[in-house]
């Protein structure tokens, strides 16, 4: 077997910068673990959740969403000649979350309880909902990117077992997560008894089999995301001090909502400036058919967040002169912006539209998520929250990481798919084709 084609790498300006700011960040790290938190941040008894809250967490996740939505395009929704996507996305997330759990051990005051969560099970609490969706997410974007790095290895033996025990091991987390989240003996063994059935049903060819990816292992990665894509909203329903611009009952459906919105916009980003980075020709003809469902995505988005005022009667604030009012024209402006080069034929055909429109809305869900996180917030016995330096630093440092991660991977693992003939952008290479298409088989 052939060695699978990787994209090489060599020290650029911009790799330079990155680890000039990866290691800044790594060192106030280290200074924030010896003296504390107070050393370090501007947080407080009023303010204890801020900047790392709201752009390594509540951010860094939902621009994380690519990879199940597009995973879910292609392996269950029939929309395989986006394949060529699909790997940049589940790397994106995978990378995204491992840096989202980093990120929280800085936070938090005490890192070294975070494990309490897999044995103190709080069914109250959503943060009890949100641990075990991010850890078993992690886990399952895990297998779905162990076959590149098989592939790179030229290991089929381990390959052909890795599509055997897959689909176990995600009907063993499901089964293990169903129980943690119900408690119920009855709806564990229910979920259980319904998973092993559809197994069964596809390694005896009774249903079509996805020879590329187990469909439970993509279902998984589905439920858990969506899961905690809203249940992050949850969490700031307990807080009365957000402003009634940001504080609404529909936080779970806005944050879910833009997760999905942004999950297309992050693709495209990410193939645009990726294709740039490693001299690539950029895939438009996939990337414009998903620029073309983004109007829907924003459209609906946007009619939820402005139709939740005039239903709770509170539009006369967006009349208000404050930050927290121009921060929600900001967000208002960007999805506007956004909608309209999306809407537009012609910009939509180009790469540097797509790329203007991708960038615009990814900026509104991070206004909105800081909305959400910082702005809105406001405790007057506390004064007004401002990040400080080496918050932002250590945010900057994570981001460096992530993008040198995401380098090192595409250098020596086979993530990208080999460059089309002319002529050919938008069909998948036939040794994919022919899985793809491949009549049902028997595994195992």
């Not at 992690?138 to 590149?148: M, N, S």
């Not at 942004?262 to 193939?271: K, L, N, Q, R, S």
């Not at 309209?340 to 991708?358: E, K, M, N, Q, T």
Request: charged letters at 10%.
């Amino acid at each position: 077997m052939s060695r699978p084609p990787t994209q090489g790498l060599r020290l650029t300006p911009g790799l330079a910068i990155l680890l000039v700011l990866a290691v800044a960040g790594l060192g106030l790290i280290a200074y924030r673990f010896a003296f504390g938190l107070g050393a370090v941040t501007n947080l407080s008894d009023g303010y204890p959740w801020g900047f790392w809250i709201g752009m390594d967490i509540l951010v860094g996740i939902a621009l994380a969403g690519g990879g199940f939505v597009l995973a879910g395009l292609v392996h269950i929704f029939g929309g395989h000649r986006f394949h060529a996507l699909t790997r940049p996305a589940i790397l994106t997330a995978f990378l995204g979350y491992l840096l989202f759990i980093f990120a929280l051990m800085v936070d938090l005051g005490r890192p070294w309880n975070i494990w309490w969560a897999l044995i103190s099970w709080n069914h109250v609490s959503p943060m009890f909902e949100v641990a075990w969706c991010v850890m078993f997410y992690t886990f399952v974007l895990f297998l779905e990117l162990l076959p590149a790095v098989l592939e790179r290895l030229q290991w089929e033996r381990a390959h052909q077992l890795w599509r055997r025990v897959a689909p176990l091991l995600v009907i063993a987390a499901l089964t293990v997560f169903t129980f943690a989240m119900t408690d119920s003996l009855g709806w564990t063994v229910a979920v259980a008894a319904i998973l092993a059935a559809w197994e069964t049903l596809m390694r005896t060819g009774v249903m079509a089999r996805d020879r590329q990816m187990p469909i439970l292992l993509i279902m998984a990665g589905i439920m858990l995301s969506t899961l905690h894509q809203s249940s992050l909203g949850t969490l700031f329903l307990i807080t009365d001090k957000l402003g009634p611009l940001w504080y609404t009952p529909m936080l779970p459906l806005l944050f879910f909502l833009s997760a999905v919105m942004v999950a297309p916009a992050m693709v495209i980003f990410e193939g645009l400036v990726s294709a740039r980075v490693l001299h690539r020709r950029p895939e438009l003809p996939l990337l414009v058919p998903l620029g073309r469902a983004l109007p829907f995505l924003l459209a609906g988005y946007l009619i939820v967040r402005v139709g939740d005022l005039l239903f709770r009667g509170v539009v006369l604030e967006t009349m208000r002169q404050t930050l927290a009012t121009w921060w929600w024209w900001l967000e208002i402006a960007l999805v506007l912006v956004a909608l309209a080069i999306f809407a537009s034929p012609d910009l939509v055909r180009r790469g540097r539209g797509l790329l203007l429109g991708a960038t615009a809305t990814v900026l509104a869900l991070i206004t909105h998520r800081t909305g959400v996180a910082i702005v809105g917030l406001d405790v007057p016995e506390y004064g007004r929250y401002v990040p400080a330096w080496p918050e932002v630093v250590i945010t900057a440092g994570i981001v460096a990481l992530g993008l040198l991660a995401f380098r090192l991977a595409v250098a020596f693992l086979p993530i990208y798919e080999p460059e089309l003939e002319p002529g050919t952008a938008g069909r998948a290479p036939r040794a994919v084709h022919d899985h793809l298409t491949a009549t049902p088989v028997r595994v195992g």
